[in-house]
């Protein structure tokens, strides 16, 4: 599963479904957990807002959910 399909020339990307993303998101972190691979950091970027924190709380209390410890 892919999550990334690279935009058009000079056309932005279309704005992700959120819970998509998240769902998308806690499942890698659960594979590489899984697998004993290791667990990189997650830059998220974008102009002032649109949504980051939100985006990243809401991320935070689904990795709690599936076990996971979450420093912030």
């Known amino acids: 599963m892919r999550y990334f399909k690279p935009p058009k020339p000079r056309e932005p990307p279309p704005p992700p479904n959120v819970a998509e993303l998240i ?13 004993g691979g290791p667990i990189y ?8 807002g649109v949504g ?12 709690k959910r599936a076990g996971f410890s979450v420093w912030y």
Do not use: I, M, N
């Open 41 to 48: 950091p997650l830059l998220v970027t974008g102009d002032q």
């Open 23 to 35: 769902k998308y998101l806690v499942t890698r972190v659960r594979e590489a957990a899984e697998t």
């Open 52 to 63: 980051k924190s939100r985006l990243l709380a809401a991320f935070a209390v689904e990795l």
